[in-house]
Protein backbone atom coordinates (compact mmCIF):
# COMPACT_ATOMS: atom_id res chain seq x y z
CA UNK A 1 0.00 0.00 0.00
CA UNK A 2 0.84 3.40 -0.74
CA UNK A 3 1.61 5.57 2.67
CA UNK A 4 1.83 9.31 2.78
CA UNK A 5 3.87 10.57 5.98
CA UNK A 6 3.08 13.95 7.09
CA UNK A 7 5.74 14.62 9.84
CA UNK A 8 3.69 16.21 12.55
CA UNK A 9 0.30 15.35 13.75
CA UNK A 10 0.09 18.49 15.53
CA UNK A 11 2.06 21.56 15.59
CA UNK A 12 1.44 24.70 17.65
CA UNK A 13 3.29 27.98 16.29
CA UNK A 14 3.62 31.44 16.93
CA UNK A 15 2.61 34.36 14.57
CA UNK A 16 5.43 35.71 12.05
CA UNK A 17 7.28 32.09 12.59
CA UNK A 18 8.41 30.28 9.24
CA UNK A 19 6.94 26.94 9.60
CA UNK A 20 7.50 23.60 7.82
CA UNK A 21 5.09 20.88 7.09
CA UNK A 22 6.61 18.03 5.46
CA UNK A 23 4.94 15.19 3.74
CA UNK A 24 6.78 12.16 2.18
CA UNK A 25 5.01 8.85 -0.18
CA UNK A 26 6.63 5.94 -0.37
CA UNK A 27 5.28 5.07 -4.13
CA UNK A 28 7.58 6.95 -6.64
CA UNK A 29 3.95 8.53 -7.28
CA UNK A 30 5.16 11.85 -9.29
CA UNK A 31 1.73 13.99 -8.33
CA UNK A 32 1.76 15.71 -5.07
CA UNK A 33 -0.28 17.94 -3.54
CA UNK A 34 -0.95 20.31 -0.23
CA UNK A 35 -4.37 21.05 1.11
CA UNK A 36 -5.83 22.47 3.93
CA UNK A 37 -9.18 21.71 5.43
CA UNK A 38 -11.70 23.89 7.54
CA UNK A 39 -15.46 23.33 8.85
CA UNK A 40 -17.90 23.80 6.34
CA UNK A 41 -15.13 24.85 3.83
CA UNK A 42 -14.24 20.93 2.59
CA UNK A 43 -10.69 20.85 1.11
CA UNK A 44 -9.21 23.95 -0.67
CA UNK A 45 -5.76 23.29 -2.66
CA UNK A 46 -2.72 25.24 -1.88
CA UNK A 47 -0.58 24.05 -4.48
CA UNK A 48 0.66 21.03 -6.52
CA UNK A 49 3.09 19.63 -8.32
CA UNK A 50 3.86 16.76 -10.93
CA UNK A 51 7.65 16.91 -10.87
CA UNK A 52 10.98 17.36 -9.14
CA UNK A 53 11.15 20.81 -9.09
CA UNK A 54 8.02 21.66 -10.15
CA UNK A 55 5.46 23.43 -8.77
CA UNK A 56 1.51 25.46 -9.54
CA UNK A 57 -0.49 27.05 -7.27
CA UNK A 58 -4.04 25.73 -6.37
CA UNK A 59 -6.78 27.96 -5.28
CA UNK A 60 -5.55 29.32 -2.16
CA UNK A 61 -1.59 29.80 -2.31
CA UNK A 62 -1.10 32.96 -0.80
CA UNK A 63 0.88 32.96 2.18
CA UNK A 64 2.10 30.02 1.47
CA UNK A 65 4.78 28.40 -1.23
CA UNK A 66 5.76 24.66 -1.57
CA UNK A 67 9.34 22.71 -2.21
CA UNK A 68 9.61 19.31 -4.27
CA UNK A 69 13.60 18.91 -4.50
CA UNK A 70 12.81 15.00 -4.30
CA UNK A 71 10.61 12.94 -5.94
CA UNK A 72 9.00 11.58 -2.72
CA UNK A 73 8.82 14.95 -0.51
CA UNK A 74 6.95 17.38 -0.83
CA UNK A 75 7.09 20.84 1.64
CA UNK A 76 4.70 23.15 2.56
CA UNK A 77 5.93 26.40 4.08
CA UNK A 78 4.11 29.46 5.29
CA UNK A 79 6.62 32.28 5.42
CA UNK A 80 5.23 34.07 7.92
CA UNK A 81 2.77 32.54 9.75
CA UNK A 82 -0.75 34.22 11.26
CA UNK A 83 -3.56 33.32 12.83
CA UNK A 84 -5.82 32.66 10.04
CA UNK A 85 -3.80 30.05 8.54
CA UNK A 86 -4.54 27.91 11.26
CA UNK A 87 -6.42 24.72 10.19
CA UNK A 88 -5.49 21.45 8.83
CA UNK A 89 -3.30 20.44 6.60
CA UNK A 90 -3.49 17.31 4.55
CA UNK A 91 -1.01 15.97 1.95
CA UNK A 92 -1.68 14.03 -1.04
CA UNK A 93 -0.31 11.56 -3.80
CA UNK A 94 -1.53 10.10 -6.46
CA UNK A 95 0.46 8.21 -9.55
CA UNK A 96 0.75 9.65 -13.00
CA UNK A 97 -1.59 9.37 -15.85
CA UNK A 98 -5.07 10.98 -16.97
CA UNK A 99 -6.66 11.51 -13.37
CA UNK A 100 -8.74 8.66 -12.98
CA UNK A 101 -6.92 7.57 -9.69
CA UNK A 102 -7.78 7.84 -6.48
CA UNK A 103 -5.30 10.51 -4.28
CA UNK A 104 -3.47 8.95 -1.52
CA UNK A 105 -3.78 11.21 1.98
CA UNK A 106 -1.33 11.52 5.06
CA UNK A 107 -3.60 11.79 8.10
CA UNK A 108 -3.14 15.21 8.29
CA UNK A 109 -1.48 18.33 10.87
CA UNK A 110 -3.41 20.02 12.44
CA UNK A 111 -1.67 23.77 12.80
CA UNK A 112 -2.78 26.22 15.80
CA UNK A 113 -1.17 29.87 15.11
CA UNK A 114 -1.25 31.69 18.03
CA UNK B 1 -12.62 26.24 -6.45
CA UNK B 2 -15.26 24.32 -4.41
CA UNK B 3 -17.13 22.14 -7.30
CA UNK B 4 -18.84 19.13 -4.99
CA UNK B 5 -21.93 19.97 -2.81
CA UNK B 6 -22.69 17.62 -1.35
CA UNK B 7 -26.51 16.89 0.83
CA UNK B 8 -27.34 17.01 3.52
CA UNK B 9 -25.09 18.30 5.17
CA UNK B 10 -25.20 15.80 8.00
CA UNK B 11 -27.11 12.69 8.65
CA UNK B 12 -28.07 10.94 11.60
CA UNK B 13 -29.07 6.55 11.26
CA UNK B 14 -29.80 3.78 13.25
CA UNK B 15 -27.06 0.72 12.38
CA UNK B 16 -28.32 -1.86 9.77
CA UNK B 17 -29.94 0.92 7.80
CA UNK B 18 -29.08 2.58 4.74
CA UNK B 19 -27.52 5.39 3.89
CA UNK B 20 -27.68 8.10 1.02
CA UNK B 21 -25.89 11.29 0.33
CA UNK B 22 -25.74 13.14 -2.33
CA UNK B 23 -23.25 15.29 -4.71
CA UNK B 24 -24.26 18.25 -7.56
CA UNK B 25 -21.52 19.73 -9.08
CA UNK B 26 -21.01 22.30 -12.20
CA UNK B 27 -18.44 21.61 -14.50
CA UNK B 28 -17.69 18.77 -17.39
CA UNK B 29 -16.50 16.02 -14.97
CA UNK B 30 -13.23 13.36 -16.33
CA UNK B 31 -14.60 11.67 -13.58
CA UNK B 32 -16.14 11.44 -9.86
CA UNK B 33 -14.67 10.07 -6.32
CA UNK B 34 -15.93 9.51 -2.90
CA UNK B 35 -13.74 9.69 0.11
CA UNK B 36 -14.32 8.82 3.63
CA UNK B 37 -12.70 10.75 6.76
CA UNK B 38 -12.99 9.63 10.21
CA UNK B 39 -12.70 11.84 12.94
CA UNK B 40 -9.40 14.06 12.62
CA UNK B 41 -7.54 12.25 10.52
CA UNK B 42 -6.83 12.06 6.98
CA UNK B 43 -8.81 10.79 3.89
CA UNK B 44 -9.35 7.63 2.52
CA UNK B 45 -10.56 6.95 -1.53
CA UNK B 46 -13.68 4.93 -1.46
CA UNK B 47 -14.56 4.86 -5.12
CA UNK B 48 -14.16 6.35 -8.59
CA UNK B 49 -16.95 6.64 -11.21
CA UNK B 50 -15.91 7.68 -14.56
CA UNK B 51 -17.95 10.24 -16.99
CA UNK B 52 -19.12 7.58 -19.08
CA UNK B 53 -19.97 5.45 -16.18
CA UNK B 54 -23.70 5.09 -14.66
CA UNK B 55 -23.46 2.96 -11.65
CA UNK B 56 -20.77 1.51 -9.74
CA UNK B 57 -20.58 -1.05 -6.94
CA UNK B 58 -17.77 -1.47 -4.19
CA UNK B 59 -18.65 -3.79 -1.10
CA UNK B 60 -21.15 -2.23 0.69
CA UNK B 61 -20.97 0.76 -1.42
CA UNK B 62 -23.11 1.87 -4.37
CA UNK B 63 -22.39 4.69 -6.75
CA UNK B 64 -24.57 6.41 -9.19
CA UNK B 65 -23.49 9.41 -11.58
CA UNK B 66 -26.13 11.21 -13.52
CA UNK B 67 -24.16 13.79 -15.86
CA UNK B 68 -27.51 14.88 -17.65
CA UNK B 69 -27.75 16.22 -14.13
CA UNK B 70 -24.91 17.04 -12.57
CA UNK B 71 -25.15 14.20 -9.62
CA UNK B 72 -24.29 11.84 -7.70
CA UNK B 73 -25.43 9.34 -5.09
CA UNK B 74 -23.41 7.17 -2.47
CA UNK B 75 -25.08 4.52 -1.04
CA UNK B 76 -23.55 2.64 2.14
CA UNK B 77 -26.02 -0.38 2.90
CA UNK B 78 -26.52 -1.87 6.20
CA UNK B 79 -24.23 0.67 7.93
CA UNK B 80 -22.39 -0.08 10.93
CA UNK B 81 -21.22 2.10 13.29
CA UNK B 82 -17.62 2.00 11.75
CA UNK B 83 -19.40 3.90 9.13
CA UNK B 84 -19.98 6.78 11.30
CA UNK B 85 -17.17 9.74 9.37
CA UNK B 86 -17.41 12.56 6.72
CA UNK B 87 -17.96 11.51 3.48
CA UNK B 88 -16.86 13.73 0.34
CA UNK B 89 -17.16 14.04 -3.45
CA UNK B 90 -14.44 15.48 -5.14
CA UNK B 91 -14.43 15.61 -9.19
CA UNK B 92 -11.77 15.91 -11.67
CA UNK B 93 -12.89 18.23 -14.45
CA UNK B 94 -12.26 17.89 -18.22
CA UNK B 95 -9.83 20.29 -18.45
CA UNK B 96 -8.05 19.70 -15.19
CA UNK B 97 -6.70 16.78 -13.37
CA UNK B 98 -7.16 18.59 -9.91
CA UNK B 99 -9.43 16.94 -7.54
CA UNK B 100 -12.05 19.55 -5.83
CA UNK B 101 -13.63 18.48 -2.94
CA UNK B 102 -17.03 19.78 -1.37
CA UNK B 103 -17.77 20.32 1.98
CA UNK B 104 -18.49 16.96 3.21
CA UNK B 105 -21.53 14.94 4.51
CA UNK B 106 -21.28 13.85 8.23
CA UNK B 107 -23.15 10.47 9.12
CA UNK B 108 -23.56 8.98 12.39
CA UNK B 109 -25.02 5.34 12.95
CA UNK B 110 -26.11 4.83 15.90
CA UNK B 111 -26.15 1.72 17.43
Known amino acids: DVKVTQSSRYLVKRTGEKVFLECVQD?????MFWYRQDPGLGLRLIYF???????EKGDIPEGYSVSREKKERFSLILESASTNQTSMYLC?????????????FGSGTRLTVV | SQQGEEDPQALSIQEGENATMNCSYK?????LQWYRQNSGRGLVHLIL?????REKHSGRLRVTLDTSKKSSSLLITASRAADTASYFC???????????FGAGTTVTVRA
Open chain 1, 49 to 55: SYDVKMK
Open chain 2, 49 to 53: IRSNE
Open chain 1, 27 to 31: MDHEN
Open chain 2, 27 to 31: TSINN
Open chain 1, 92 to 104: ASRPPGTGARGYT
Open chain 2, 90 to 100: AITSVNDYKLS
